[in-house]
Every structure is written in C-alpha cells, then in structure tokens.
C-alpha cells in the first residue's frame, strides 16, 4: 500500500510539472515580448495597414521630403498624430528611420524629453537615459523606449501603432 501511494505522488508531480512547462511554452509563444524588443529590421519588413499621417506643431501633415531636408540626422523630432507624442529619426542617407519612439520612461512611466545639450533622452524623475534610437544608456531603466512603426507612402509620413 505505501509502495502504491509513492508511486501516485511521484505520477501526480511529474503531471503537475509536465503541465507548467507545457503552459509555460504556450504562453511565451502566444504572448512573445512587446514590440520594444523588436529589431528595426523586423519593423521594417512588416506590411503597413492603416496608420495615421504624422503631424507637425501646428497640426498640419509632415511631408517627407521636407522632414528629410530640414531635420538633422539623429536627433529626434516630436510629431503628433497619436494619443501619445512620437518622436522621429532621420538616420544616415539620409532616411527616415522605419519606427517612432514613444517616451515614456520604461523605469517609471514618466515623460521623457529629447535633452539637445545631453544628446539623449532623459527622464526628468530618476535620471534614465536614451539615446537617439531610444535604447536605454544610463540611469535606473533597463529596457529601451517602446517604439512604433513608420512607414513612407506619396511623400507623407505614417505612424502605426
């Protein structure tokens, strides 16, 4: 009899250890990590369905070619267009870079700023700090900005969440 129940809480562990791995597996592949972990190749590569057209200060729509001519490269623009401010790059090329940048510290969630007489990001509370690409440099944070696609279409400049 005592040989039987070992037998039965041994069977019952491995079902229940079978069981959160298998959960375990299911769950990271259903829900993969947020698009911050994504490279910019995979952005870039994805198809772009709907968006909404970047916005200057005034609200009026961003031509590309314009944004290209009068931004210089690597230091981030602010634009409007979604409930959250954005900022752009214009990488070497130059090109428009194929994400946005949505500052929000990911320590805390606080507004960052694009700081021109540090070159990055910086959260105004604890003192995180990005660079350009949103990739975390400094400070408390350990993960980069949450990013958005972009994506060029006829001279406009779309914004995908």
């Excluded at 959250?84 to 805390?108: D, F």
């Excluded at 690409?133 to 400049?157: E, S, Y």
Aim: one cysteine or more; proline letters at 6%; charged letters at 25%.
């Amino acid at each position: 009899m005592e040989k039987s129940n070992k037998n039965y809480k041994r069977r019952r562990f491995l079902q229940y250890a079978f069981t959160g791995a298998t959960t375990t597996v299911a769950m990271g592949w259903l829900f993969p990590k947020s698009s911050e972990s994504q490279s910019q190749e995979n952005l870039s590569n994805t198809v772009a369905v709907g968006g909404v057209v970047a916005l200057d200060g005034r609200g009026e729509q961003i031509k590309l070619s314009s944004f290209l001519e009068n931004v210089p490269l690597k230091k981030p623009v602010a634009v409007k267009g979604l409930s959250k401010p954005t900022y752009l790059v214009v990488e070497s090329g130059p090109t428009i870079a194929p994400y946005g940048i949505i500052p929000v510290c990911t320590h805390q969630p606080n507004r960052v700023r694009w700081r021109e007489d540090l070159d990055c990001f910086r959260c105004p509370n604890h003192g995180a700090r990005y660079d350009y690409q949103g990739r975390a440099i400094g400070g408390p944070a350990k993960r980069n900005l949450r990013r958005i696609k972009v994506v060029t279409q006829n001279d406009r400049i779309k914004l995908i969440q």
